[in-house]
């Protein structure tokens, strides 16, 4: 039998190394995900749980790294065959390595910065805000604490490029080539493989690795912790393409339950929700100030500093307006809100709510601007971010006054000019549209509360941090606006509605879905209103466009799921994020995760899946939430959100 005169064992130690170099970078990247957790006082570190989830880690990270290691030992094993010294390979080791890991190294430090917002790992919907160069890069460069990111990310590539360099420079010392015997080749050639097999596997088990593989406690952030975020992209990617963010469900099914429900007798099967309303009254043709709060979750209205709410003004119109207590927003992000507040929609999970082809709505511009109303849209921004331009001017907003409008001068950040300003623009543009005699409705979206701050003098001792001075600050701004108002000709004939856009992920993560970041204060408050209470039931942010139509006592057609909240009542609020379903009332939260498929449900304020004690209230809150999101899917791809004489 020929012998070959080969460095096989050398140049498969040599690759092997790299790619232990390679996970242990990972593994330390990782550690920083907990320790930024832990720092902000997300989670409460536990040892025997820390642990478990790093080995979890550890393959999810050895998963990603061997698809980077596995193209490397073919190569190794085809030239060592022929008496290729491993250093003939080192070039090319070097240009593969480097690449690949600068990219994941550099998503997953900038996946803890995601994390921390979304409390969840990036995925491929992660990267549609790259469509908006200008406002993403100010997003990334603007905010001075992701500096502090961007500095992690090139040390660790100088640590590990550094660590690579040290690995090969120590196996790559021989340069004398020794004689392996085929039969020992061969063998260990099919073991090598067959770990790669195991390792690009995930598991011997009957099934691959997967997003679910990664779930072992009831401690929402540490099921997550060993997920890697590059394993959670690629996931996504397949899952988007196979329309894998969808809900199986009966369709016609789900459309009885819903339309019982919603006490909808309707059966045309064009409109299936369409439900026309009518008053006795005569329209109360009142102008409509809508508020959309930037990150202003329910529990803001509780913090203080120094003994004193935060937001004092929000605080204070608890008991001066209609106030609901259990309200939640559609999603997570603000264009989801935009969409939920005026036209009644929630979102088709990590979908975007406003795109490139626009969807077409009715709800509140539509109705309003049909009965003589002057519909406004007041954004702080590019106008063009999140589509917001040509969507809402497709959908029935006349004019859309933003970033162009404003003075340079008074342009703070990436997002344009900070909330003061844009109420002090705004009352004096309502002053000129009051003049004319007609109506309004005008939206505003103010966005201070987003990073990156940018925070007054007179702020900067009003709160422990700068979320929570920026908390503060963009309290203020809504109660200057709201004094500027009494002050106009048109404030006594106006309802003004102010509610979160979304909520914040801020504080410890119980739950797999963060409650924290969909419920929202929702406030509807008028001079002409002759009571004001607090509200308990449970409500939604799609419930705004016919709750107010029901005030304006001004005829229409509901094509929502939404639902006049002084006049109907809702089982429970129904809401999603990127990834989750979730369903809610005053004492339980059910959720169901879309990509794993589990579910869970908790007693409010405890982190305990509870889903086995209670499965009738499980099953309940569970068809009630996939029929709710099953119909709102069905009726945005099937057009039946738009109006009946549309031709679009």
Request: hydrophobic content about 40%; overall charge neutral; some cysteine.
């Amino acid at each position: 039998m020929k012998e070959q005169h080969t460095t096989f064992r050398l140049s498969f130690k040599y690759i092997l190394c790299l790619h232990c170099v390679g996970v242990l970078t990972l593994g330390l990247i990782r550690i920083g995900l907990l320790l930024s957790n832990i720092l902000s006082g997300n989670v409460l570190f536990d040892f025997a749980i820390v642990m478990s989830a790093m080995l979890k880690g550890l393959i999810f990270d050895n998963f990603v790294a061997t698809f980077i290691t596995a193209p490397l030992l073919l190569v190794a094993s085809i030239t060592s065959i022929y008496g290729k010294h491993p250093k003939q390979l080192k070039t090319l080791v070097r240009i593969w390595n480097f690449t690949f890991y600068s990219i994941i190294i550099a998503l997953s430090i900038a996946n803890i910065r995601y994390y921390f917002f979304f409390d969840n790992h990036l995925t491929i919907s992660s990267f549609k805000w790259f469509a908006f160069p200008t406002e993403t890069a100010g997003l990334l460069f603007g905010d001075s604490h992701n500096y502090i990111y961007l500095i992690f990310i090139a040390i660790t590539i100088y640590i590990y490029i550094k660590s690579h360099l040290i690995v090969e420079k120590k196996i790559l010392n021989h340069n004398s080539y020794k004689t392996e015997n085929i039969y020992i080749a061969i063998p260990v050639i099919i073991v090598i493989y067959g770990c790669v097999f195991l390792g690009m596997r995930g598991s011997i088990q009957r099934y691959p690795l997967r997003i679910s593989s990664a779930y072992f406690c009831d401690n929402a952030f540490y099921n997550r912790m060993g997920i890697n975020p590059v394993f959670n992209i690629i996931k996504s990617i397949k899952k988007d393409k196979n329309n894998g963010n969808e809900l199986v469900c009966d369709e016609k099914k789900a459309l009885s339950y819903v339309k019982n429900k919603l006490n909808i007798n309707n059966y045309n099967e064009e409109f299936p929700l369409n439900r026309d309303f009518t008053f006795v009254e005569a329209p109360n043709k009142m102008n409509v100030v809508l508020i959309l709060m930037e990150s202003m979750k329910d529990e803001n209205l509780e913090r203080k500093y120094n003994g004193e709410y935060l937001t004092p003004f929000l605080s204070g119109l608890r008991d001066s307006s209609y106030y609901f207590s259990n309200c939640y927003s559609a999603a997570i992000h603000t264009n989801n809100g935009i969409v939920a507040s005026s036209y009644g929609y929630t979102p088709i999970f990590a979908e975007p709510s406003m795109s490139a082809e626009t969807t077409p709505y009715t709800g509140l511009p539509y109705f309003l601007k049909k009965n003589g109303y002057q519909t406004h849209f007041f954004t702080t921004s590019n106008p063009n971010y999140d589509y917001m331009n040509s969507f809402l001017r497709d959908n029935h907003y006349e004019r859309i006054h933003s970033l162009y409008d404003y003075p340079k001068e008074k342009i703070v950040n990436n997002f344009g000019v900070a909330d003061d300003y844009l109420f002090e623009y705004g009352i004096k543009t309502l002053d000129k549209i009051h003049e004319t005699g007609k109506p309004f409705l005008a939206t505003f979206l103010t966005v201070s509360n987003h990073s990156p701050f940018i925070i007054p003098e007179e702020f900067k001792n009003k709160g422990a941090d700068e979320s929570e001075q920026m908390i503060a600050f963009a309290d203020n701004c809504i109660k200057n606006f709201i004094d500027g108002a009494k002050k106009s000709g048109w404030y006594h004939n106006t309802i003004f509605v102010l509610v979160g856009d979304h909520g914040s992920p801020t504080g410890e993560k119980i739950y797999d879905m963060t409650l924290q970041y969909n419920h929202i204060p929702l406030f509807i408050f008028s001079p002409c209103f002759n009571e004001t209470k607090k509200v308990e039931e449970m409500a939604c942010q799609i419930d705004i466009f016919p709750t107010i139509m029901g005030f304006l006592k001004i005829p229409y057609t509901n094509n929502t799921l939404g639902i006049n909240l002084f006049n109907e009542k809702r089982d429970f609020s129904f809401f999603v994020s990127d990834n989750h379903l979730g369903c809610t009332n005053k004492d339980y939260f059910y959720c169901i995760n879309i990509s794993t498929k589990q579910e869970f449900l908790y007693k409010i304020g405890s982190s305990n899946n509870i889903i086995n004690e209670n499965p009738s209230l499980a099953n309940d809150m569970k068809e009630y939430a996939i029929s709710m999101e099953c119909i709102t899917k069905n009726a945005i791809k099937k057009g039946w959100t738009k109006p009946l004489n549309s031709k679009r």
